[in-house]
């Protein structure tokens, strides 16, 4: 944990550059540093054992690696983990790690709460306190990498956990950077997904940066009047300038979009809904990612019936729109799609990402 004199290391990687050249140290040891950290081997300088004591003990005093604590770790028969963090302020954020064959996918938090509202959603039931700084963001990446064993890397990240992430975009993207560089994390940009609600001036600043990584737009209503009552947001927004900004992400990135729909039984699942959605998406390179809703103790939505699921999908394959469902992971422990909380959290589950990058809440 850091005090008020501290520079919280992960959050500016260029301030231990600067003091180790204005200390008289070699440059290099930035690099060595930096290594200890992303292989997830050092839990503190006094462990990075390749370099000189008096160095360590130095950057202990200058520097914080973490700001934040585990305050509950907890593990499902599936393999899923769950960390609930605790930030310096007292903000509580969720994490996961999912295990799915060979890869490792790790969901991350963007902000404390969310603003956008979403009514079948608990992680925006409380509004939003703050953005995560870029240090929070990849703490909780290395935090899930270390849950792994030393021969196993991480291999997929979706930002879909806790807030809006395109509310908090710079810090994401240097984070991202990090996790991405191939002396941060390694991950390849393909393998990162970032799953939005769909606010156009953001996606814009992604399309003109950085438009490497893969981009999810949750969708979750075919129309503006049903998506205005379920994704508030929208009132301001509406759907045609989400999508015109979407299509103008994949023609400067030329990665196929994925749209999430959450299935609400009831609400947004009749062979209408399916209809109209299937005109709204029909001509775009795009994958449709459709979630039966995780119910969430306190919110009066259910998951569609398994005849309704089925309806619904066979209409949208009629109209040849590539569409998967995602597959459940983490229900037990609360670790799905929507459902995080930023107290301690009484139900989630997180969905997982299955063939490319799917993202669960955004
Ligand atoms: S679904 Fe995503 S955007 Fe909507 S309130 Fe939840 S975290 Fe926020």
Not at 115 to 136: I, K, Q
Not at 337 to 360: D, V, W, Y
Request: charged content about 25%; proline content about 5%.
């Amino acid at each position: 944990m850091t005090d008020k004199s501290q520079i919280h290391l992960l959050d500016d990687p260029t301030s231990l550059k600067s003091w180790l050249k204005n200390n008289g140290q070699p440059a290099f040891r930035a690099g060595q540093v930096q290594k200890w950290l992303m292989e997830g081997r050092a839990e503190d300088f006094e462990a990075m054992t390749n370099l000189p004591a008096a160095l360590r003990n130095e950057l202990a005093e200058n520097f914080a690696i973490w700001t934040s604590t585990i305050a509950k770790h907890t593990v499902a028969d599936d393999g899923t983990e769950k960390l609930l963090v605790a930030l310096a302020d007292g903000g509580r954020i969720e994490c996961v790690l999912l295990r799915d064959g060979d890869r490792r996918t790790i969901c991350i938090s963007s902000q404390v709460g969310c603003a956008m509202g979403c009514v079948f959603c608990a992680s925006g039931l409380d509004g939003v306190d703050r953005n995560l700084t870029t240090g929070e963001i990849i703490e909780q990446m290395l935090k899930l990498q270390r849950l792994l064993p030393a021969d196993e890397r991480l291999s997929h990240i979706v930002v879909m956990g806790m807030g809006e992430p395109l509310a908090n975009v710079d810090n994401l993207m240097a984070a991202l950077e990090t996790a991405s560089d191939s002396d941060g994390l390694g991950i390849s940009p393909r393998r990162i997904t970032i799953s939005t609600v769909g606010l156009p001036t953001a996606m814009d600043k992604l399309t003109r940066s950085n438009p490497r990584y893969h981009l999810a737009v949750s969708l979750h209503a075919p129309n503006d009047r049903l998506r205005n009552q379920l994704v508030p947001v929208n009132n301001k927004i509406g759907i045609d300038k989400i999508l015109a900004a979407a299509d103008r992400y994949f023609d400067m990135s030329g990665r196929r979009l994925t749209f999430e729909y959450v299935l609400l039984g009831g609400i947004n699942d009749s062979i209408e809904h399916a209809r109209e959605l299937a005109g709204k998406l029909k001509g775009r390179p795009a994958l449709l990612n459709v979630i039966p809703y995780n119910p969430v103790v306190g919110l009066p939505y259910s998951t569609p019936s398994q005849g309704v699921i089925r309806a619904f999908r066979e209409e949208l394959e009629k109209a040849n729109i590539t569409i998967k469902f995602r597959k459940r992971k983490g229900d037990k422990i609360n670790a799905a799609c929507g459902q995080l909380r930023r107290s301690t959290p009484p139900a989630i589950s997180i969905e997982l990402p299955t063939s490319k990058s799917q993202p669960a809440s955004d």
